[in-house]
């Protein structure tokens, strides 16, 4: 990873940060992406890094997508890894109670956020001699279905399939594309989802999730973390077009 120029978006959150903090560790140059510029600043100052910079931009405006690209290559000289990671959980309710705009919001967040990424960032990658390495974060969402939370499983398959078609777009630049789709994570989006499930009750509603799982536990913020770097580095070179499940079992 040394020297090497990534991108990471949804930067500020608890896998965001992690991964951030084994690139820095490793050598990488860090460019974080996230929509509050105060948890930006935050993040700046807890991983404290010369390598380390930042931007404030919506994933779900492409025009902010083409100013976050220009910015990394401005910066640090192009991309090689891009990890396409912003997404937002919605609320949980049935489909015919689901809010029009909050789908919206969602589906610009989570499908077009990840395609305006891939649109962008492509060219940047092909104009490398070494082409590059891109990680779509999706979830067991992305490959099961859940009642009561259907625009978000909606977009976790979506981007599922693009995945699959930009790696094959992308196979003959040498530029490899791949999902990580992990379980339950313990962090600020499953305490979230838990109380969706079960106003006033998220702790019982954690255990119900934990049951699902043969390693009866969340993930945590590394484990993923240790995956998407996994898959972003050379250790992952034949590796393209593949959905990677860190579940705990979850899906088996």
Known sequence: MKNKNVVITGGTGGIGLALAQKLLDKGAKVLLVDLNEDDLKKAADQLKSEHLFYFKADVSDEQAVKRYVDFAVEKMGGI??????????????????????????????????????????????????????????????????????LPYVTSKHAVVGMMKSAALEGADHKIRVNTVNPSPVDNRMMRSLEDGFAPGQAEAAKEGFEQAIPLKRYATNDEVANLMYFLGSEDSSFITGAVHAVDGGMTT
């Open 80 to 149: 090689d890894i891009f990890y396409n990671n912003a997404g937002i959980e919605g609320k949980v309710l049935p489909l015919e109670e689901y809010p029009m705009e909050l789908f919206h919001k969602l589906i610009d967040v989570n499908v077009k956020g990840v395609f305006y990424g891939l649109r962008h960032v492509f060219p940047v990658m092909k104009k490398n001699s070494n082409g590059g390495n891109i990680v779509i974060t999706s979830s067991v969402a992305g490959m099961r279905g859940t009642a009561n939370v």
